[in-house]
């Protein structure tokens, strides 16, 4: 038959299989190829992901076993039965607000090596954490209202204040910046040089600042605070030492900016300068005309403030800004570097 002519003989087989247990040589060579493959098939079966997907899937696993847990602790709190009475609950939303404060560090720190849309992603569920956290707080721990002018024992600049932010609380909404009601700041300042220093005489520990309704003034900042939000600016230079979390900026105009944070949000600019000491992505969105530059600030005692809120070490990401409305692979024309020539010396706010 046929087939019969591709099949080895009995005799030749026998012949060849009784060489290769004869000759040694052959044996190791058969033996360091079965090594071979069996190595090659051990490196497939064990080969490391690619280090870069293995961070990212690292870093989303922390952060939502982070999220999960904040917000199994808020439905706990929100379920106490006669909350009011419960004087445990305060301190644990306070932990709770550290813990997404905690959060949102973790993604400024890593935001420089995660996708963009990872990075929006986070920012928003952070930004629905704090809003969570409010909801709750309000709900078990009410706030008493404020009182009108009918109430004798209330200060006219009380009352004026609380008609300006609940003005400002309305305008905020639907945006993504909203003005904090009970937080310290500069409000509604025209042809003026306001100063402030954090975390010097009596005023303790200050965890968010205001700038709000800004008009051709010199803003001056010295020593650190946790959070710092700038809303409706024009014409405006504001120096600002270190913040320890967060910088969140909207609807400003024909400004010029100095500041050191872990991460800075900027909407709506509009013809900018922003010089930034920051450890993350500078974020920018709906924002044109705006140029960034180097950290320039100087103070007394500024050195040592950068080093407590870990920004002492220039990481250069003052020039790598993303622009979360230019998706092309090209540069982004909403912004640019601020050429030598044009930038500021080294501003000292001493005096």
Known sequence: MEEDNHLPT???SSSASATDHSDPSLQRKHAAMIERLSN???????????????????FLSRFFQSKSSIESTLTRIRQTPEPQSDPTLKPELDNV???????????????????????????????????????????????????????????????????????????SQGSGFRILENSPGFRDKKNED?????????DGEIREFV?????????????????????????????VGPVFGSVLIEEVENCVFVMASHQIR???????DFYLQVRSRPIIEDSNSVRFAPYCLKYDGI????????????????????????LRAVQSPNWSILPENERLGTVDISN
């Open 211 to 239: 700038l709000s309704d800004l008009r051709h003034c010199d803003v001056r900042l010295m020593g650190c605070v946790s959070a710092l939000f700038v809303n409706k600016l024009i014409d405006c230079k504001v120096y």
């Open 97 to 171: 607000s550290i813990s997404i404060t905690n959060l949102e560090k973790l993604v400024a720190e890593n935001s420089f090596s995660l996708p963009s849309y990872e990075v929006r992603t986070c920012l928003k569920t952070v930004a629905d954490l704090k809003q969570f956290v409010e909801q709750v707080t309000c709900e078990v721990i009410p706030r008493k209202k404020f009182a009108f002018k009918n109430k004798s024992e209330k200060k006219i600049p009380v009352q004026k204040d609380v008609a300006y932010e609940n003005r400002m609380d309305t305008e």
């Open 40 to 58: 090659l098939h051990q490196n497939r079966s064990t080969r490391k992901p690619d280090p870069e997907s293995n961070s990212t899937t690292s």
């Open 266 to 272: 900027i909407h709506q600019a509009k013809g900018c």
């Open 10 to 12: 009995p005799t030749t």
């Open 194 to 202: 306001l100063v402030k220093e954090f975390n010097r005489g009596n």
């Open 303 to 326: 050195e040592k403030d950068l080093e407590e809120a870990n920004l002492g070490e220039e990481t250069g990401n003052w020039s790598n800004v993303d622009d979360f409305k230019w």
